[in-house]
């Protein structure tokens, strides 16, 4: 598989060799529809907790007597049944929202999600991507000089001042090849890669 080389003008310069297992996989919607869901489901914290029938504060007196009112019997107002009463099933803040992916599956998974990015002509290669300063003026001329507007930047180490400068830049993330996640491959409309990252990815995922 051979992936666009792109100069700091943004124009294509030459192509690099890459290897098909991972960047010319076929696309497999279900599977990455499953991966991505599984990330945003694990990186979900249980925040949320309601209160059962015996944590509602409140009497746990009989409101009426049980026969001669002409009302439904009832024994205490904690009953789910009424309003203020407790849940019947309450959310606890100990709750799992966790999704298994093995390794294989999510292997596949990212490999799918590069070879259609690839395809749709969203991955570009770049021979080394960095600022002299850590200023975002300086990136955001860099990245404008390109043509590019909101992008994904992976590289094979993170470079302090590119990382800086990144991060008043809204629709500009850079991480390193460790860090890559299905989600931030799947939002961004352009994802740079440097060639150092390129063979890294090829010696993690693979």
Do not use: C
Request: proline share 4%; glycine share 6%.
């Amino acid at each position: 598989m051979e992936l666009k080389v792109l100069n700091d003008q943004g124009q294509s310069a030459a192509t690099v060799q890459a290897s098909d297992a991972l960047f010319a996989r076929e696309y497999n919607e279900a599977l990455i529809h499953q991966l991505v869901t599984a990330y945003l489901a694990n990186a979900r914290s249980a925040n949320r907790a309601q209160k059962g029938r015996a944590e509602v504060r409140g009497s746990t007196r009989k409101p009426w007597r049980q026969k001669g009112t002409g009302r439904a019997r009832s024994g205490m107002a904690s009953s789910p049944i009424w309003r203020g009463g407790g849940k019947v099933f309450p959310n606890s803040p100990d709750e799992n929202f966790g999704h298994k992916v093995n390794r294989k599956m999510y292997r596949a998974g990212v490999a799918a999600i590069l070879s259609q990015l690839a395809r749709e002509d969203r991955l570009a290669v770049v021979d080394g991507f960095s600022v002299d300063a850590p200023k975002t003026k300086l990136l955001a001329q860099k990245l404008k000089g390109m043509g590019l507007d909101s992008v994904l930047v992976i590289t094979d180490e993170m470079d302090e001042n590119l990382y800086l400068s990144s991060r008043n830049l809204p629709h500009v993330l850079v991480l390193q090849v460790s860090e890559a996640d299905p989600v931030s491959l799947v939002r961004f409309p352009k994802v740079l890669v440097t060639r150092a990252a390129v063979a890294k990815m090829e010696e993690m995922w693979q």
